[in-house]
């Protein structure tokens, strides 16, 4: 295996790890909205998440400056192309992290709906902004033999591009309500169980959808039918794995399937592009792959013992900071930070 399709792997599993991670990050978010019925349980969702959303946010940063120092072919096709949804995306996350901290500043109601409503659509559309662009790249855009994306709007939001948007959400949804289930008590936890329910049936529907049109809307599917296929196939034992786990009310396992089914379809995404990098709806000659995309040898090589020494200490610290803050927040006020 070549260092630039090491860096392919690399810069896929910082993605998976972040949908992983900061996908129940974006379904707490929602649920302060969706669950809570009052301030008290809104700071006590807020709390659940609070030692570690902005560290699953570096996720998504690493990923970033690997794409730019491993591929600057595709981050600047990439981040040119899709530039408005990318700003929109980072929009959303700012204002959400600004939320957590500036919501409790003041007593005012109308105040504390206002940054309520920007925790809401600062989780919400993150998702569906991820499942949009992901989907729209393994469609095919329209890039051309110097590799300039001119993509129009119904390029980027069509029918099947939402579809992976709505998905995204539904699964990220699920997929913090298990993580509320693991990290409250008491009448929240079971009202958390309760929407589990009415959650999976939204997202087994979407779920359908979206593979169906994947076969159907993505030239690239074929050439890797039989692992995509497999893919799914996995995915779908474990969605019915989800239902049982549910009813046995096994929170931890129910919340690993989430992750794992968010996972598969980050990982799914990632399949399909391989040996590419972006596809071209215009012509296949057009494709940028992997090693057309890829820095210089030298510049593989150093990046690969840096991170092959960073990644440990990083991952170290992860697991440290997820153990230290793996109790049940009881409700108490006063060991509330938000």
Known sequence: MQLSEIWFLLIAILFVGFIFLEGFDFGVGMSTRLLAKNDLEKRILMNTIGPVWDANEVWLITAGGAMFAAFPHWYATLFSGYYLPFVFLLLALIVRGVAFEFRGKMESVRWKRIWDGAIFIGSALPPFLFGVLFTSLIRGLPIDADMNMHAGFFDI??????????????????????????????????????ATRKTYLVTGVLLVL????????????????????????????LFAALFFFLKKKKEGLSFTMTGLLLSLIMSSFFITLFPNVMISSIDPTYHMSIHEAASGEYSLRVMTIVAGTMIPIVMAYTIWSYYVFRKRLTGEKEHLEY
């Open 210 to 237: 979206f593979i169906g049109m994947t076969a159907i809307e993505t030239e690239a599917f074929t050439i890797h039918r039989g692992i995509l296929l497999l893919v799914y196939a996995v995915g779908v034992l």
């Open 157 to 194: 939001v069509n029918v099947y591009t939402v579809i992976g948007g709505l998905t995204f959400v539904a699964l990220s949804y699920l997929h913090g309500l298990l993580f509320i289930t693991m990290k409250t008590v008491g009448e929240l936890r079971e009202r958390a169980h309760n």
